[in-house]
C-alpha cells in the first residue's frame, strides 16, 4: 500500500478485471445478462438459503425486505440506534413506519434486555399482534443489525420476535460470511435466520460489486415479491405493463461480474480479516488502557467475519476526535462510530430505550484500518502509532 493507510478499500485482482472486461466486450453491461442470476445463485448457495435477490445497494434490499413483510403506515419497527442509517430508514421513513430505537450490549449489536424490557413492559400483546401502550401502533416488526461482522444474540433474539409475533428482519450487510459453528444454530449464517436477510457489497464491505446488495428469505414468496417489485414490477415485460408500484433496484451485470470473483476469495478475506484482527489485539489490547473490542467468536459458537476492528479509547483516557486527528496526521485513515440515529434530524420524536452503552460506545470507539490487503507492516505502523499517541 502507499504511505496513506486507508480505512477500508476493495480488493481486486486479475480475475474482476477479467469477469468485468467480459462482461463489457458482451454489451450485457445493465441489468440484463446471464452474470445476475448466476452471482444470485451462488450467493445463495454459499449461505444455504434457497434463492437470493439482487439489487443496486443494501438499502434497496432492506427496502425490498419491508415491502415484501408488508411494513407500512400505522406500524412501528424496533431497531438499533447504534448503526448505519440506511438500516433504519428503509424499513421505517420509506414505508410510512416508525422506529422505536433500542442501545446496544457490548457486542454493539441490539440489547436484547431492552428489546425484551420494551416489549414485557411498555406494549400489550393481543391477539392480531403486540401493540405499544403509549402510541397504540402495532409494533410489526424487530430489526437486528450485526455490527461490523458482530453476530447479534440471535437465540435470544429470535425467540423474542417468536413469543412477541414481531417480523424479524436481519441487517447482515456487514457480516457476509459471519455463521454459528455450535449450538442450536450451528451451520446457520448471519442474514439466514430471519423472516428475511440483506446483505451489502458496497466499495468498502468484506466482498464489494462497487455498489449493490442481495435479499435472502425464509418465505419463498417473498423473495418472489421482492425481484418483481425490484424490476419496476412488469406484469408483462413485453407490453410494459405494471401491476403496482416497483423501483429500479435491480443490480448490472458488470457488477455482478466482479462479485462472482470476490465471492471465489470471500474465505481468503475472512482469514486475513481474522489475522489482522489478531495481530491488532496482541499491539494493542490491554497496553495503556486501551482495547481492541472482541467478536462472539470469542465464545467458541460463532465463526465472524471481523469486517471492521474497533478500539476502545475509553480506558485510556483519550479524546475521541483529538485521537482520530492525530492518525490523520500520521497518513492514517481513521473513523468514529455512527453517530445515533435516534439523534439525528426526523428522528427525535421517537421512542428510544436502554440507551446507556450505545451512548458510551458512540463517545469513546474508533475504527481502525482493516482492508483486506492491509500487510502486517501497515498493521504494525498503526498499532506504533496508536501507542505513541497514548503515550502522550
Not at 166 to 184: K, Q, S, V, W
Not at 187 to 211: E, L, P, Q
Not at 288 to 305: A, C, H, K, M, Q
Amino acid at each position: 500500500m502507499s504511505n496513506f493507510i486507508p480505512l477500508s478499500v476493495p480488493n481486486f485482482g486479475p480475475e474482476e478485471a477479467a469477469r468485468a472486461d467480459e462482461a463489457i466486450r458482451s454489451g450485457w453491461v445493465s441489468t440484463s445478462g446471464a452474470r445476475v442470476g448466476e452471482f444470485e445463485g451462488q450467493l445463495a448457495a454459499y449461505v444455504g438459503m434457497p434463492r437470493a435477490v439482487a439489487a443496486n445497494a443494501g438499502s434497496s434490499a432492506l427496502h425490498l425486505a419491508a415491502l415484501a413483510a408488508g411494513i407500512g403506515p400505522g406500524q412501528e419497527v424496533i431497531v438499533p440506534t447504534l448503526t448505519f442509517i440506511a438500516a433504519v430508514s428503509p424499513l421505517t421513513r420509506y414505508v410510512g413506519a416508525e422506529p422505536v430505537f433500542i442501545g446496544c450490549d457490548d457486542s454493539l449489536c441490539i440489547d436484547p434486555d431492552a428489546v425484551e424490557d420494551f416489549c414485557a413492559n411498555r406494549c400489550t400483546l393481543k391477539a392480531d399482534g403486540l401493540y405499544n401502550d403509549r402510541t397504540g401502533a402495532r409494533v410489526a416488526a424487530l430489526e437486528v443489525v450485526h455490527v461490523f461482522g458482530n453476530m447479534a444474540d440471535m437465540p435470544r433474539l429470535l425467540d423474542i420476535a417468536r413469543r412477541y409475533r414481531l417480523t424479524l428482519i436481519e441487517d447482515a450487510t456487514e457480516a457476509l460470511g459471519t455463521r454459528y459453528t455450535a449450538g442450536p444454530l450451528a451451520g446457520r449464517y448471519a442474514g439466514t435466520m430471519g423472516d428475511a436477510g440483506c446483505y451489502s457489497f458496497n466499495g468498502n464491505k468484506i466482498i464489494t460489486t462497487g455498489a449493490g446488495g442481495m435479499l435472502v428469505s425464509n418465505h419463498p414468496d417473498w423473495a418472489e415479491h421482492a425481484k418483481h417489485l425490484s424490476t419496476q414490477a412488469k406484469a408483462d415485460e413485453l407490453q410494459f405493463l405494471h401491476d403496482e408500484v416497483g423501483y429500479n433496484y435491480r443490480m448490472t451485470n458488470v457488477q455482478a461480474s466482479l462479485g462472482l470473483a470476490q465471492l471465489a476469495r470471500l474465505e481468503d478475506f475472512i482469514a486475513i480479516k481474522q489475522a489482522r484482527y489478531d495481530q491488532y489485539r496482541r499491539g494493542l489490547d490491554g497496553v495503556r488502557g486501551l482495547r481492541i473490542l472482541p467478536f462472539r467468536d470469542e465464545e467458541g459458537t460463532v465463526r465472524s467475519n471481523h469486517w471492521f476492528f474497533s478500539l476502545d479509547l475509553r480506558g485510556a483516557g483519550l479524546d475521541r476526535d483529538r485521537f482520530i486527528a492525530g492518525l490523520q496526521a500520521r497518513n492514517i485513515q481513521t473513523r468514529p462510530v455512527w453517530a445515533l440515529i435516534h439523534e439525528q434530524a426526523d428522528y427525535p420524536k421517537n421512542e428510544a430505550y436502554g440507551l446507556d452503552k450505545a451512548l458510551g460506545y458512540r463517545a469513546g470507539i474508533v475504527n481502525l484500518p482493516c482492508s483486506t490487503n492491509l500487510t502486517e507492516a501497515d498493521c504494525d505502523r498503526v498499532i506504533e502509532a496508536v501507542l505513541a499517541l497514548a503515550a502522550g
